[in-house]
Nanobody, 127 residues
Framework: QVQLGESGGGLVQAGGSLRLSCAAS????????MGWFRQAPGKERDFVAA????????YYAHSVKGRFTISRDNAKNTVYLQMNSLVPEDTAVYYC????????????????????WGQGTQVTISS
């Protein structure tokens, strides 16, 4: 069982930055692939970024590649999403998720493959 809690959301102007954090419970956090998703009002929940067991395996949605960076600190049971050059289209509720995997390099992109989810944190970008 893994419990996840996001923090770090807020209101920023376009061009600004935010860093989201996702704190996880459980002793086997380092054996979970982690991901960030986002959901804008009236839209589906979309993939943003994913990371394997370590910071060497990452994958990004095209819309955020080069602007967002996912990372994790297994000693702190925390995964991060550094978001730079934010645009109004990044406005959404951001969720972190955990997926148990067998290989350290595996990244998980599909929403349905994630077993555990946080409650989300609101990110609002003003123009």
């Amino acid at each position: 069982q893994v419990q996840l809690g996001e923090s770090g959301g807020g209101l920023v102007q376009a061009g600004g930055s935010l860093r989201l954090s996702c704190a996880a419970s459980g002793r086997t956090f380092s054996r979970y692939a982690m991901g960030w998703f986002r959901q804008a009002p009236g839209k589906e929940r979309d993939f943003v970024a994913a990371i394997g067991w370590t910071n060497t395996s990452t994958y990004y949605a095209h819309s955020v590649k080069g602007r967002f960076t996912i990372s994790r600190d297994n000693a702190k049971n925390t995964v991060y999403l550094q978001m730079n050059s934010l645009v109004p289209e990044d406005t959404a509720v951001y969720y972190c998720a955990a997926s148990p995997t067998l290989r350290p390099e595996t990244v998980v992109v599909g929403l349905v493959e994630y077993k555990y989810w946080g409650q989300g944190t609101q990110v609002t970008i003003s123009s």
